[in-house]
């Protein structure tokens, strides 16, 4: 299934998917123009909600004030979702009301920048999402009152929190089953790793992983041995062990083309799938083999930029920088857990690298 933003001159980009949290029938995706000499006064400001059934017409237009980054389906309630825009500003629905948001921060307490990354918070309300941007800080919010921020956190890597020196944040990582923990993907290649329940604002910057040449465009904790983090920046997909510091565990061979999203799969813990700058889609399982991708495909001959893989590890679905969504049936053998997968994994995962004879996981 391909889905096409609404037809204007200029495309703009998918630059957030979200799998709706009831069996990933829908697929909300936000649009927006990077390039900011490229935007035009007359650009559409709309995202959209699609029912993967019907994809030549969207099921609902979400209409923000600023183009949106990234959207996220509320798990606990799949009527809400949370976006962060282009300018800054954080942004509500309902879809129970329409297209309209129904709530808006205000601009004077909103990031300065783009929202690149915003996530739902697990809590007792189910109301509670923190959202991270390149004005270097991250902030908490209750959607049900948006006019300021719950909390905020500064990326100074001097630890005195001087905007000034801040780090700009690109993608972030929060881990349901570790809930004072999260992580942060960094324009200038770190990985900031923070613990929210710090007594002061010094102590919550707790560690960086020092591992890419340019931005972190993806992070993510693996679902299964969540100690053990994905990431994707310059030419190279990482995976790392939160006790070492010093190096990841495993690194692609450098790919010919930037990589530019990744993500695990939900159901099996060694596969993982990475986005390219020439349109390739690469399926990893690093229990069969670690310096090439198991399966490479073509989806378009655009760049693509997000990645959003269904929770039941079947359907994945893929944004170009033109404004398709692809979607894309994954083979079972790559989407249902395999024999021994689990443990052999975590024999692996506790060594410096990763390495394995793939004849352990599917002996003849």
């Not at 009831?22 to 007359?42: N, P, T, V």
């Not at 790793?193 to 040449?213: M, Q």
Request: glycine fraction near 6%.
């Amino acid at each position: 299934m391909k889905t096409n933003g609404i037809l204007q001159n200029f495309k703009r980009t998918v630059t957030g998917l979200s799998w709706h949290p009831d069996g990933g029938r829908k697929l909300a995706a936000a649009y927006s123009c990077l390039d900011f000499q490229k935007a035009s006064r007359d650009m559409s400001l709309d995202s959209y909600i699609w029912d993967v059934e019907n994809p030549n017409r969207p099921e609902l237009t979400l209409k923000p004030a600023s183009p949106l980054v990234c959207l996220d389906y509320n798990p606990k309630d799949p009527h809400t979702l949370v976006g962060g825009s282009y300018n800054g500003q954080i942004v509500y629905w309902d879809t129970r009301r329409g297209s309209q948001p129904v709530e808006l921060s205000s601009v004077e307490h909103s990031h300065r920048d783009p929202v690149y990354k915003i996530i739902w918070l697990q809590s007792k309300t189910g109301t509670d999402a923190f959202s991270a941007s390149t004005d270097g800080q991250v902030l908490w919010w209750d959607v049900r009152r948006l006019s300021e921020p719950t909390e905020r956190l500064v990326l100074d890597p001097t630890r005195e929190g001087n905007l000034d020196r801040a780090l700009g944040a690109i993608s972030l990582e929060f881990e349901a089953t570790m809930p004072t923990k999260f992580m942060v993907g960094t324009e200038q290649g770190l990985v900031v790793s923070c613990n929210r329940k710090a007594k002061t604002p010094t102590e919550k910057i707790v560690c960086t992983y020092d591992g890419h040449h340019g931005p972190v465009y993806a992070l993510q904790r693996n679902p299964f041995f969540p100690k053990n983090f994905l990431t994707v920046g310059d030419w190279t997909a990482r995976i790392w062990s939160e006790d070492i510091k010093e190096s990841s565990i495993m690194c692609t061979k450098y790919q010919m083309s930037y990589l530019t999203d990744a993500c695990w799969s939900p159901v099996r813990p060694s596969v993982f799938f990475t986005l390219k700058m020439d349109g390739m889609l690469d399926v990893w399982d690093i229990l069969f083999k670690q310096s090439d991708p198991t399966l490479s495909l073509k989806v378009c001959d655009r760049a693509l930029y997000s990645l959003r893989v269904q929770d039941n590890g079947r359907l994945v679905a893929c944004g170009s920088q033109q404004g398709e969504t692809t979607l894309l049936e994954i083979c079972s053998e790559l989407s249902t857990l395999q024999k021994n997968e689990k443990s052999l994994l975590a024999a692996v995962s506790d060594t410096d690298t990763l390495n394995l004879d793939f004849n352990q996981l599917h002996p003849k």
